[in-house]
């Protein structure tokens, strides 16, 4: 395949450790989560790219706070994709589970999870291979971080579960765009669930090598967060005996229960 024919996906920093995706052509581009219009406005000028469109996968500030004013900059035709229920400015359409959004430039096309846990009404967009995509994109928001997954602000360990089993069942080479740059803090805590997974001690010193440099340890893949994440990992044995050791409950019968223990001790850890 012509590599100029594929769609890149550019890491465009905000705050302190947001990335606001940008899926783009050369010419037109979507922006994903776009928390600060600022960095965005001087990228797309920068590349003299086009708007055509924003995905919001949730409600919070972080994600939403510069819709308004990328409205006002590129068109207020611009169309806004986000979740049901929420108070997400500016948003125009409402994307729900299975709804399929065809966007013809830059020329892609998303399946929508509905992936409550970190809010409510979370979403996320799945782009499976297409003609100008070489592997699967799945767009998670705080739902799934890198050997991590987002805090329970609204949901419960049961949703969060079932929603990162929608990931876990996707194609494994999907390419995973979280939201924030949060990879090695929850590597320290991921090692402390499973200090002899020899995959995850690997990975922690690829991710220090990328941070020391100063690059995104993004994206990441479904295959990868499957063997190092302990929060997709609530079926393994040693979390499930970590789990019990930490909660001193013998008794954790489903992934959720492991689930909901693991995230309590990441809350303070």
Request: charge should be negative; charged fraction near 15%; aromatic fraction near 8%.
């Amino acid at each position: 395949m012509d590599k100029n024919t594929l769609l890149q996906v550019w890491p465009i920093p905000a705050f302190d450790d947001n990335y606001i995706w940008c899926i783009h052509d050369g010419k037109s581009a979507l922006v994903v989560d776009p928390g600060d219009s600022a960095p965005v406005e001087d990228y797309l000028l920068q590349n003299d790219l086009a708007l055509k469109g924003i995905l919001i996968t949730h409600h919070h500030a972080d994600h939403t706070g510069g819709i308004l004013n990328l409205l006002r900059s590129f068109g207020s035709a611009t169309p806004v994709y986000g979740p049901a229920g929420s108070n997400i400015p500016g948003r125009t359409v409402i994307a729900k589970e299975g709804d399929t959004i065809e966007i013809a430039t830059p020329g892609i096309s998303f399946k929508v999870f509905e992936v409550p846990g970190h809010t409510l009404s979370h979403i996320a967009y799945f782009a499976n291979m297409q003609p100008n995509i070489a592997q699967p994109i799945l767009l998670c928001g705080d739902t799934l971080f890198a050997s991590g997954c987002g805090r329970l602000f609204e949901g419960t360990p049961t949703q969060m579960t079932s929603s990162l089993a929608k990931f876990a069942s996707l194609p494994k080479n999907t390419l995973v765009y979280c939201t924030h740059e949060y990879t090695l803090s929850n590597i320290r805590f991921a090692l402390a669930v499973e200090p002899h997974n020899s995959e995850l001690v690997a990975w922690s010193e690829k991710a220090q090598a990328l941070r020391a440099q100063n690059q995104p340890t993004l994206p990441t893949t479904i295959g990868q967060e499957l063997q190092v994440n302990p929060f997709m990992r609530c079926d393994q044995a040693d979390v499930i005996s970590k789990a019990q050791e930490v909660s001193g409950q013998k008794d954790l019968p489903t992934p959720a229960h492991v689930l909901g223990v693991v995230r309590a001790w990441k809350d303070h850890f």
